[in-house]
Structure formats: structure tokens, C-alpha cells
């Protein structure tokens, strides 16, 4: 069972066709670049940042798997893109495809130890799988560059034929272009039979073999598919900024991507795009009225946001829709 105060939805049945809504929300992101021309590198990186969240909300608030260490699949993405292109591979698709085949062989791997436990022993697992790959690209200085970052990433057009430029347009384009790609296969799975079994795990997995469902091949399937989804976030990142730094790799990596889910809303995969969106933005708004309190002011928000809108705030908006659609009580009248 995963934690209570994530408040995942119940399981819905499934329904693959696109609500007016979800076009409205993926015409926001075509409509910011016109409108916002000067932010298009923060826009670009909550794009990246929000794919990453959907490969968390896919093990997470799907299939209930609780992870302290996904960033490891992200950085692992991220060096593995950065390194072909610093070595003269330089094709950006390429890239992507190599970032997340090593990070699912790795999320492959060490599946086994993660399926095997539940809740406490999976925060601990992921978490040491993510402190050791961390530690180890620190002491790599001659292939990671250590503290001081991956450089020399040179990546080349995208197809041949669009350069990546400073004004960051080829980069969104590229980066928005790729997270719908993925988020409409990653939809298509969730409302999949398989996707409503792992829901079926999520909310009682000592069931679930009574119907047939085995329960860890389908844990491992989703968790390797969560790493490879983390990887390409993770190339994405390295392709557009050119640059990785040990960071990608860091705790603070993983434990922002739980609060974006709890500010979204998880087992929704929209809700980790909005949480993202919204940490994202909150970040570098705060951050630039206070550089030294932001924290405290973000913090804030998720404590609001967790008292008073169960299930994020996706949650709060189900809640507010559905009062405002219930029927008003009759009132008797008097003879």
C-alpha cells in the first residue's frame, strides 16, 4: 500500500479519448512560447522537469512503488547523452535512445532488490541505489568531472536540420515535442488493461494473484519503464543546457519531485505536469523576491496545499467541480 497522504484517485476504468480539457491543456505550453518568448529556457526545463515527474508518478501513484532515489535514472540519462555528445556523438535522438536503454538496464537491475520489499525497504533501497551511483560519478573526475560538472556538450541538430540556438526555440520545440510523444503513450498505458492492474496492486497487492496478475514481473515491467522514462528526462536536460552536473544525481533531485507529486496530485500523470509546473514557477518566483527565505514560503504553499486540497490540487479542483455539479435539494412546499 503506498502513503495515505498522496490520496491517489480510485481506479478508474479505461477511457482512452482526449476530454476538451486535456487539448486546452496542451495548447497552454504552444500558446507560451508566443507569449512568453523571454522564458523559454525555465519553460523548456519544467517541460523536462515534468516529464521526469510522470516517470515517478508511473511507479508512484500507479503502481505504488515509493522511491527516495529516482534521480538516479535521471542523471544516469543525463551523463550518458552528455558523454556521447562530448565525444563527438553528437545526433540528439541518439542521445535520448542511449540515455534511456542505460537507464532502464540499470532500473532493470536493480528491480529485483525494490519489487522484493515494501514501503520503508523501498525508500531505503532506492535511496541507497541513488547515494551509491552518486558517490561514484563524484570519485569518476576523469569521465563525470566530479564536482565540477560534465562540459563540452556540443549536441547537434535535431533531425539534421533544426539547431539548437541561444534563444532556447529549437530546445522548446524539442523538449515539448518529446514529453507529448511520451505522455500520450504513457496515457495509453495507464487506461491499458495492464495499467488498471497495476492499480489493482497499488490498492491491494496480496489480491491481485487470485485473478491471475503476477505481481512482480508487472512491478519490474513498470519500474524499468519508469527508469527509462527518468532517463530520457535526463538526456533531455543535458541536451538542451549542455551541461551535467552532479547534481542530477543528488537526494534534492528525488525528494522535489515528491513534492511535486503532492502538489499535483498523484496517480493522474497530469498532476505531476502541473506540480512540476507549479514548483517550477513558484521556485523562480520566490527565489528572486527572497533568495534567502524562498524555502520557507514554498513549504507554505505545500502545507497548504496538503490540508486543505486532498489529492493536490488536481484533487481540490475534482472536489470543487463535483460540488458545483450536484444537484440542488428540493424544497417541500407547503399546502
Known amino acids: 500500500m503506498m502513503p495515505r497522504w498522496l490520496h491517489p484517485p480510485r481506479p478508474p476504468l479505461p477511457n482512452d479519448r482526449w476530454q476538451p480539457l486535456e487539448i486546452v491543456f496542451w495548447l497552454i505550453p504552444v500558446a507560451a512560447y508566443f507569449l512568453f518568448p523571454g522564458y523559454l529556457s525555465l519553460m523548456s526545463q519544467t517541460l523536462i522537469i515534468g516529464l521526469f515527474a510522470v516517470s515517478l508518478d508511473l511507479i508512484l501513484g500507479y503502481a505504488g512503488i515509493v522511491s527516495l532515489g529516482h534521480a538516479a535514472f535521471f542523471g544516469l540519462g543525463a551523463y550518458t547523452a552528455g ?5 563527438g556523438w553528437t545526433e540528439p535522438l541518439l542521445g535520448l535512445l542511449a ?34 551511483l552518486f558517490e561514484a560519478a563524484n570519485k569518476a573526475t576523469f569521465l563525470t568531472g566530479g564536482v565540477d560538472g560534465l562540459s563540452g556538450i556540443v549536441a547537434g541538430k535535431v533531425l539534421g536540420v533544426f539547431e539548437f540556438d541561444l534563444y532556447g526555440k529549437t530546445a522548446y520545440w524539442y523538449s515539448l515535442i518529446v514529453l507529448f510523444v511520451l505522455f500520450v503513450v504513457l496515457r495509453r498505458l495507464v487506461n491499458s488493461p495492464f495499467g488498471l492492474s497495476l ?16 505481481v512482480p514481473q508487472r512491478l519490474t515491467v513498470v519500474f524499468t519503464l519508469g527508469a527509462a522514462v527518468a532517463g530520457v528526462a535526463g538526456a ?17 533531485r528525488s525528494a522535489d519531485l515528491l513534492i511535486m507529486l503532492v502538489l499535483g496530485g498523484a496517480g493522474r500523470l497530469y498532476g505531476a ?12 518566483y520566490i527565489s528572486d523576491l527572497n533568495p534567502v527565505y524562498w524555502q520557507f514560503w514554498l513549504g507554505l504553499l505545500l502545507v497548504v496545499i ?22 440542488a435539494p428540493a424544497t417541500r412546499r407547503t399546502p
Open 273 to 284: 505536469l502541473v506540480g512540476a509546473a507549479v514548483f517550477m514557477l513558484a521556485q523562480s
Open 236 to 252: 533531455l536536460l543535458a541536451q538542451t543546457t549542455q551541461f551535467v552536473g552532479l547534481d542530477t544525481l543528488g537526494f534534492s
Open 199 to 214: 492499480t489493482g496492486i497499488r490498492e491491494g497487492g496480496k489480491r491481485m494473484p487470485a485473478i491471475g496478475a503476477n
Open 83 to 87: 558523454l556521447l555528445a562530448a565525444h
Open 306 to 327: 496538503v490540508l486543505f486540497a486532498r489529492g493536490g490540487i488536481l484533487g481540490g479542483l475534482d472536489k470543487i467541480r463535483q460540488r458545483l455539479s450536484r444537484p
Open 99 to 132: 540515455g534511456a536503454a542505460l537507464a532502464a538496464l540499470f532500473g532493470y537491475l536493480t528491480s529485483f532488490l525494490v519489487v522484493r520489499g515494501q514501503d520503508l525497504t523501498r525508500l531505503m533501497v532506492t535511496l541507497g541505489i541513488s547515494l551509491v
